[in-house]
């Protein structure tokens, strides 16, 4: 699942801390039918700034 850019935009913005992007970044999340992460990308753990074993097996809604 892509996570629309204003997903990010908030978690940068809440964060404030700054991340360099680039138009090759994308942010990528495989979730099973309940909705809980199986997979995240590096991108994805920066921009929301919890790690990748934080967000294993949580709801996807943590991000938004």
């Known amino acids: 699942m892509y996570v629309p850019i204003n997903h990010y935009q908030k978690a940068v913005v809440s ?3 700054k991340i360099s992007l680039s138009d090759q970044d994308i942010t990528i999340s495989r979730t099973d039918t309940r909705g809980n992460i199986l997979f995240c990308n590096h991108t994805l753990c920066e921009i929301s700034g919890y790690g990748q074993k934080e967000l294993l097996h949580t709801p ?3 991000l938004t």
């Open 60 to 62: 996807h809604s943590i």
């Open 15 to 17: 964060s404030n801390n």
